[in-house]
Structure formats: C-alpha cells, structure tokens
C-alpha cells in the first residue's frame, strides 16, 4: 500500500485548506479504515480524524465541528477538509490506512503512512 498526501499550505487563522490523501493499491480506501494524523515540532504524533468503510468518522475534540474526513472510493482518496484553523493546528499531517475496516484513534491500528504534508496557520 502506498499513499500519498497532499494539500498543505501555508494559511491565515480562520482559514481553510483541504488535505487530500492518494492510496494505491485499488480498493485500499474503500476496504480499509483511514485515518489522519499529525505532529508539531516537539510533540507527540496526534491523531485528527479517521473514516471506517462504512463512512462512519471519528474526530479528536480538538478539530471536532471544524474539521471534516470524507472519502472517494472511485477515486482511491480520502480527504480532511479543515476549516476555521488556528495557529495550533500548524504541524505535518499524515494519513493512514488501518490493518482492518474501521478507524481508530490509536496509531498503532495503521500498518500503512504516507509521508507528511505541512500545513502552516499564521496568526
């Protein structure tokens, strides 16, 4: 499984950016959970949001009502739709594909990581 984020940016708080997250092989998006996750300089990875293969999403409090997790199975993507971000959310987002259908909150659930991409929030 290989996948590939996208999306990052630099922002201005109270902006909007949106993350995409590329998977191949086929299918990887619609049989597996996916999830996103991101670390600041100094700080422990932390997860974002994940979506299961039913479409059922998870969110961290911290992003909840701001942040959106969604899929496109014909495409093989997921996407993290990010809105009204702050300064503290400014850190390398990863995704991720879970060892089985359903998302979790926990890292170690992901056998799969794309590479990072940065997303930067000025104040």
């Known amino acids: 499984v290989q996948l590939q984020a996208s999306g990052g940016g630099l922002v201005q708080a109270g902006g909007s950016l949106r993350l995409s997250c590329a998977a191949s092989p086929r299918r990887t998006v619609s049989n597996n959970g996916m999830g996103w996750f991101r670390q600041a300089p100094g700080q422990e990875r932390e997860f974002v949001a994940a979506?299961?293969?039913?479409?059922?999403?998870i969110y961290s409090d911290t992003v909840k009502g701001r942040f959106t997790v969604s899929r496109d199975n014909a495409k093989n993507t997921v996407y993290l739709q990010m809105n009204s971000l702050r300064p503290d959310d400014t850190a390398l987002y990863y995704c991720?594909?879970?060892?089985?259908?359903?998302?979790?909150?926990?890292?170690?659930?992901?056998?799969?990581w794309g590479k990072g991409t940065q997303v930067t929030v000025s104040s």
């Open positions: 991720a594909a879970a060892r089985s259908s359903y998302g979790s909150t926990s890292g170690s659930s992901y056998n799969y």
């Open positions: 979506i299961a293969w039913n479409g059922v999403s």
